[in-house]
């Protein structure tokens, strides 16, 4: 018995070791973990401040992926930009109750971005990203709801961060293979 317990355990463990070799090998990474190439491991911000809200999470997600924020706008070192032309939040009613009162929202945050060259040139189109979330109104629980409402309203801006991350990171990517190619 313990014989035949033993071999279905090396089974599950090769089972594993193997599963987790494929997982490797096809380029399979945790969710927000992100490989900055090194074009983009330097990064300026353009249109926001580094203290709202956006610019704290971009902040974040460069900080998280072993990129570096610089102050400005770089003259000397290489780095690539985000410039937000536009951030906006709203918030819509999407039912009513029997009296008339919201009964539930639509929260939405849209921004509209550029990726920049060291030089600060467009590298590529204004790209929008949209973040939608709905949230369930109950005037019993107003603070409750309140809290959740800015909750949710922060993760659509983080998730909105790593967007933009991503694009950054595959202008990054595209940039370097444009280079090698010449």
Partial sequence: ???????????????????????????FHLRGSVELPPAARKVYFSGIARDSALGVALERQVLRNGGQVLAAAPTAVAALGIAVRRNETRRNVLSVDASGKASEYELS????FQILSPGGE??????????VRDLFFDASNVLAK?????QLRAEMVEAAAAQILRQLVAVARDGTREETAQ
């Fill in 1 to 27: 018995m313990s014989l035949r317990r033993s071999s279905l355990l090396r089974l599950a463990l090769l089972s594993i070791a193997v599963l987790l070799a494929s997982l490797a090998g096809c380029g």
């Fill in 122 to 131: 467009a590298l590529t189109g204004e790209q929008r990203i949209l973040q």
């Fill in 146 to 150: 309140s809290d959740e409402e800015n």
């Fill in 109 to 112: 945050y849209i921004v509209h």
